[in-house]
């Protein structure tokens, strides 16, 4: 069963904050974030309208304050504002009280989070080009299940009842393949059979083996839509008893989507140069390095924020060098037992400098909504001279 690659249309006019969260969820699909992650629309009606949205690392009284001025109705955080369970939602807290303003002023918020630094094409994949020239792969490479491809559902039907058979379970749901539907696979054989004696059958006499040229009728079919086409097999099926059976199918891998990335570099770099590419193109003052300034490196490890329980599984594919934005104190003694050099940049630096691109490709796929990168968000500390 093949189908197209699905393309997503074109927006326009009017937009409502459900389009956002749509092509928010095609640049960073939902399926991709970490289990223990909180993204998509976190707050707001998706039915409601959105004409501007805003993108910013964090949501905090400026990055509000900002959203209000501009008659923003959207703020697409990289950072989930709702993260941990929330038992009460009140204004007692700080928390609290900037998710209530949030609402009164009618602002839906979203977040991608690690959905982003996974998607092909999201964080982690800018950071690799702000490196150098390589190739690159994910680190821990993700599977996913397509929409409504979870289950597949064969079933055997005499040739002349197949059309009908196939008719009833599409309206039911199965066989539908991104934007095309009926989609089957058939195979012609020979199917046998001997009704016993409380059998009714419709095809055949009791107690005699009866052959029938029979299809194996296969169609994909999601959880969620197997009561259905199973009612709609029996309902269709001219056998009494139809032979079908169902089974559950593997998430699809994802090569170019996963957490972190690993990277062979074209050339060798020294970590010194490495730093310089990264200062650079990350808009840094400095950075940290864990390791020999100049050591050369082929094989690099890298994943944007907080990516320290990455190192070991790089470290297991030849890398040399970590690239994250923090780490704790006794994980860079770690890495440096373990031989393996890091460079550290800032959990927010190197996330920050995605928004402009994040923007751009929202824009894109919304043209009827204006996107900003905000203005107001900042990282929570900044380096002072004594």
Same mark, same amino acid.
């Given at each position: 069963?093949?189908?197209?690659?699905?393309?997503?249309?074109?927006?326009? #006019?009017?937009?409502?904050?459900?389009?956002?969260?749509?092509?928010?969820?095609?640049?960073?699909?939902?399926?991709?974030?970490?289990?223990?992650?909180?993204?998509?629309?976190?707050?707001?009606?998706?039915?409601?309208?959105?004409?501007?949205?805003?993108?910013?690392?964090?949501?905090?009284?400026?990055?509000?304050?900002?959203?209000?001025?501009?008659?923003?109705?959207?703020?697409?955080?990289?950072?989930?504002?709702? %993260?941990?369970?929330?038992?009460?939602?009140?204004?007692?807290?700080?928390?609290?009280?900037?998710?209530?303003?949030?609402?009164?002023?009618?602002?839906?918020?979203?977040?991608?989070?690690?959905?982003?630094?996974?998607?092909?094409?999201?964080?982690?994949?800018?950071?690799?080009?702000?490196?150098?020239?390589?190739?690159?792969?994910?680190?821990?490479?993700?599977?996913?299940?397509?929409? &409504?491809?979870?289950?597949?559902?064969?079933? #055997?039907?005499?040739?002349?009842?197949?059309?009908?058979?196939?008719?009833?379970?599409?309206?039911?749901?199965?066989?539908?393949? &991104?934007?095309?539907?009926?989609?089957?696979?058939?195979?012609?054989?020979?199917?046998? %059979?001997?009704?016993?004696?409380?059998?009714?059958?419709?095809?055949?006499?009791?107690?005699?083996?009866?052959?029938?040229?029979?299809?194996?009728?296969?169609?994909?079919?999601? =959880?969620?839509?197997?009561?259905?086409?199973?009612?709609?097999?029996?309902?269709?099926?001219?056998?009494?008893?139809?032979? %079908?059976?169902?089974?559950?199918?593997?998430?699809?891998?994802?090569?170019?989507? &996963?957490?972190?990335?690993?990277?062979?570099?074209?050339?060798?770099?020294?970590?010194?140069?490495?730093?310089?590419?990264?200062? =650079?193109?990350?808009?840094?003052?400095?950075?940290?390095?864990? &390791?020999?300034?100049?050591?050369?490196?082929?094989?690099?490890?890298?994943?944007?924020?907080?990516?320290?329980?990455?190192?070991?599984?790089?470290?297991? #594919?030849?890398?040399?060098?970590?690239?994250?934005?923090?780490?704790?104190?006794?994980?860079?003694?770690?890495?440096? =037992?373990?031989?393996?050099?890091?460079?550290?940049?800032?959990?927010?630096?190197?996330?920050?400098?995605?928004?402009?691109?994040?923007?751009?490709?929202?824009?894109?796929?919304?043209?009827?909504?204006?996107?900003?990168?905000?203005?107001?968000?900042?990282?929570?500390?900044?380096?002072?001279?004594?």
């Amino acid at each position: 069963m093949a189908c197209p690659n699905r393309q997503v249309p074109v927006k326009m #006019h009017p937009m409502l904050i459900a389009d956002l969260a749509q092509a928010l969820d095609h640049i960073a699909p939902r399926s991709l974030a970490a289990e223990w992650d909180n993204v998509g629309l976190l707050l707001g009606a998706g039915s409601a309208p959105c004409t501007r949205a805003l993108v910013a690392i964090d949501l905090t009284e400026p990055v509000l304050d900002e959203a209000i001025r501009l008659k923003t109705q959207a703020i697409v955080l990289y950072h989930p504002p709702i %993260f941990a369970p929330m038992r009460h939602l009140h204004d007692g807290t700080p928390r609290g009280a900037l998710l209530l303003r949030a609402a009164r002023a009618g602002i839906a918020l979203l977040s991608p989070h690690t959905a982003l630094d996974a998607a092909d094409g999201g964080v982690n994949d800018f950071l690799c080009s702000v490196v150098g020239e390589g190739q690159s792969t994910p680190l821990e490479p993700a599977a996913a299940t397509p929409t &409504g491809q979870s289950h597949r559902v064969t079933v #055997h039907v005499p040739i002349d009842h197949v059309d009908a058979v196939r008719a009833a379970m599409a309206r039911a749901g199965a066989g539908t393949i &991104g934007e095309y539907t009926h989609c089957s696979f058939e195979v012609v054989g020979s199917g046998t %059979f001997m009704p016993g004696e409380r059998a009714r059958p419709r095809l055949g006499s009791r107690g005699t083996l009866e052959r029938v040229t029979e299809c194996r009728l296969e169609k994909v079919c999601s =959880a969620a839509n197997l009561p259905a086409v199973v009612a709609a097999i029996r309902a269709s099926h001219p056998y009494e008893e139809p032979a %079908f059976t169902i089974e559950t199918l593997a998430p699809v891998p994802m090569p170019r989507a &996963g957490q972190g990335r690993l990277m062979r570099l074209r050339a060798p770099m020294t970590a010194r140069s490495i730093a310089r590419s990264l200062a =650079a193109g990350l808009r840094l003052k400095h950075v940290e390095l864990v &390791g020999e300034p100049s050591q050369r490196h082929t094989t690099i490890g890298l994943c944007a924020g907080s990516g320290g329980e990455l190192i070991t599984g790089a470290r297991k #594919h030849g890398a040399t060098l970590f690239i994250t934005g923090e780490l704790k104190h006794h994980d860079r003694l770690d890495a440096a =037992a373990h031989g393996t050099s890091v460079l550290l940049c800032g959990h927010t630096e190197t996330e920050r400098p995605y928004l402009r691109v994040l923007a751009r490709r929202l824009q894109r796929l919304l043209p009827g909504l204006k996107v900003a990168v905000s203005k107001a968000d900042r990282p929570p500390a900044r380096t002072i001279e004594p």
